[in-house]
C-alpha cells in the first residue's frame, strides 16, 4: 500500500509555462536557442509539465512536506538534505515545478487529470495559461543518483481561474496609419434572395394573387454607364534609383 505522505496537494497556486494538452520535449534545432516542442509520448524526454508560483509560506510547507517523504524512502547511502529545489522571484514568491513523464518503458501514462472548480472534467486538448489559478496535486517520488531529491509527479490540476490566452502581435503602433473600420466599406450589404423558377400558365398565375392579367407595357430600363477611374499618374520616380539608394 502506497505511503500517504507521498501525496499533496497544494491549493490557490499561479499557473506558470504550462504543457498539459500533450506531451513535450525540449529540441536544441528548435528556434534560435532551443524550445519545447510537442511529441509523442515514447520520445526521449517527453513529459507533461507546468511551473507553479506559490508565496513564501507555501514554499516552506511544501519543502517540509517533501522532506518528510524523503527520510521516510531514504537509503542508507543517500545524503541526509537535499537542497531547495525551488526558485525564489525578486517579489519573494517562489517557482515550484511538477510534471509527469510521457511513458515509463513503453508504457504511456495516463494524462494529468484537468478540471474545472465544480471539479468537471476538461476536454482532453484544453491549454491551460499561465496567469491562471490552480490546486495541484502530485506525488513525491524521492531519488538519490548524481543528486539526489524530491520530483514531483503531477497527477492533476484543478482551474478554479482561468485567464483567457491573449494573442500577441510582433509589432508596435504605426501613428497615422490604416485603422480598420467596425464595418467593412466594400462588403456586399445587400442581402441576396433565392428563388425558384416555376412554370405557370397564364390563368394559374391569375389564380394565385387573384388579379387580372396586366398589359401594360413595361419600359425597358434605362442603362448607367460607370465612368472609369482614371488610371494612377506616374510620378517619375525610377525603382533603381531606390534600391542605389541602399548603398548610400
Known sequence: MADENMYYTIEGVEALYPKLD?????????????ASVKCDPLDDGAEYSMSFVMSEKEAKALYK???VAYLAKKEGNWPDKFALPFKKNDDGNF??????KGAYGTDKTTPPL???AQNTKLPADFQLTSGSTVNLAFTFVPYS???NGVSLRLNGVQVT????MVSRSP?????GGFVAQPDNPFSDTTSSVSSTSVELDDDDSDDIFGDEPDTSVV??????VKKSAPAPKEDGTDLSSIVEGWDD
Open 114 to 116: 484537468q478540471v474545472d
Open 22 to 34: 500533450t506531451t513535450y520535449k525540449f529540441d536544441q534545432k528548435a528556434g534560435k536557442n532551443g
Open 95 to 100: 517557482i515550484g515545478k511538477c510534471k509527469l
Open 171 to 175: 509589432f508596435g503602433v504605426v501613428e
Open 219 to 224: 419600359e425597358e430600363p434605362k442603362k448607367v
Open 145 to 147: 543518483m548524481r543528486d
Open 65 to 67: 512536506a517533501m522532506a
Open 161 to 164: 481561474e482561468y485567464k483567457p
